[in-house]
Nanobody, 120 residues
Framework: QVQLVESGGGLVQPGGSLRLSCAAS????????MGWYRQVPGKQRELVAQ???????YYVDSVKGRFTISRDNAKNTVYLQMNSLKPEDTAAYYC??????????????WGTGTQVTVSS
């Protein structure tokens, strides 16, 4: 069984910063990709940033230059450093991990989400 534990969301003023983290634990054999999505009510979930093993980070255009994704492979943890936050960044942020276990070759796993609210 795999668990993803997210932390770091909250309320911040425009221009402020937050750091999200997501730690994966359980019967993990390998992790192929880790990333963050976000969703606002009434809209589709949007890929914000992703790091695949051995690949270059991906960022959606709206966060380039402001957000940085990083991974600590020893801890099976992915981070999202969010700087210069804007009200339009307000959303529920979900961790996504593509990994293999002893019983499942590869599958997508999701965190429960953490709310980020950017408001003065």
């Amino acid at each position: 069984q795999v668990q993803l534990v997210e932390s770091g969301g909250g309320l911040v003023q425009p221009g402020g910063s937050l750091r999200l983290s997501c730690a994966a634990s359980g019967d993990i054999v390998s992790i192929n990709g880790m990333g963050w999505y976000r969703q606002v009510p009434g809209k589709q979930r949007e890929l914000v940033a992703q790091m695949r093993t051995g690949g270059s980070p991906y960022y959606v255009d709206s966060v380039k230059g402001r957000f940085t994704i990083s991974r600590d492979n020893a801890k099976n943890t992915v981070y999202l450093q969010m700087n210069s936050l804007k009200p339009e960044d307000t959303a529920a942020y979900y961790c996504n991990v593509q990994l293999a276990t002893q019983h499942v070759p590869e599958d997508d796993y999701w965190g429960t989400g953490t709310q980020v609210t950017v408001s003065s």
